[in-house]
T-cell receptor, first 113, second 110 residues
Framework: EAGVTQSPTHLIKTRGQQATLRCSPI?????VYWYQQALGLGLQFLLW???????NRGNFPPRFSGRQFPNYSSELNVNALELEDSALYLC????????????FGAGTRLSVL | GQNIDQPTEMTATEGAIVQINCTYQ??????LFWYQQHAGEAPTFLSY????GLEEKGRFSSFLSRSKGYSYLLLKELQMKDSASYLC???????????FGTGTRLQVFP
């Protein structure tokens, strides 16, 4: 069974550009979570989607947005990129139960030059 | 709010036992998680504690004391492949999101 898959693996952008990151959850999982892991910092919660709806968002500006598609895959969009957006962006999925485990993908490394 | 503290780095010798501590200040949570993350790879789930006490899974065990705001991950019979970062996280009441500590980077030497 395939795990959580993310694409692309690496992404290089310049300041002011827009980035789109993609995530496919484990088959049968309906919840998708996005986290940012900047150098030297812990994973910071960005967004949570379940059944196509945004359920919660972390303390990030509105230029971080996303969506979840009917097949439960998800996109994270970052507009007006800034240098400090350079980080590893991790996606996780779960069965949308408060008791369930979040399983992570390998992430997209975003570099903003 | 939530504040989770872990040591930044630890070293140990192959075959030894190491305990990685996690202390937290939080208004309440459903459970406490431990993940392992090798450099450049996805965090992988290790353990989940809901109740106080010890959860054992092979060479890895995790302990939780809610009254003391404290958890630890115990790794026995250390192997070189255990060199990784270990992440402690809590899931606050009423939400699915995880709040992570900054992680502990463990280096195992021969």
């Amino acid at each position: 069974e395939a795990g959580v898959t993310q694409s692309p693996t690496h992404l290089i952008k310049t300041r002011g550009q827009q980035a789109t990151l993609r995530c496919s959850p484990i088959s049968g999982h309906t919840s998708v979570y996005w986290y940012q892991q900047a150098l030297g910092l812990g994973l910071q919660f960005l967004l949570w989607y379940d059944e196509g709806e945004e359920r919660n968002r972390g303390n990030f500006p509105p230029r971080f947005s996303g969506r979840q598609f009917p097949n439960y895959s998800s996109e994270l969009n970052v507009n007006a990129l800034e240098l400090e957006d350079s980080a590893l962006y991790l996606c996780a999925s779960s069965l949308a139960s408060l008791e369930d485990i979040q399983y992570f993908g390998a992430g997209t490394r975003l570099s903003v030059l | 709010g939530q504040n989770i503290d872990q040591p930044t780095e630890m070293t140990a010798t192959e075959g030894a036992i190491v305990q990685i501590n996690c202390t937290y200040q939080t208004s309440g949570f459903n459970g406490l998680f431990w993940y392992q993350q090798h450099a450049g790879e996805a965090p992988t789930f290790l353990s989940y504690n809901v109740l106080d006490g010890l959860e054992e899974k092979g060479r890895f065990s995790s302990f939780l004391s809610r009254s003391k705001g404290y958890s630890y991950l115990l790794l026995k019979e250390l192997q070189m492949k255990d060199s990784a970062s270990y992440l402690c996280a809590v899931r606050p009441f009423g939400t699915d999101k995880l709040i992570f500590g900054t992680g502990t980077r463990l280096q195992v030497f021969p």
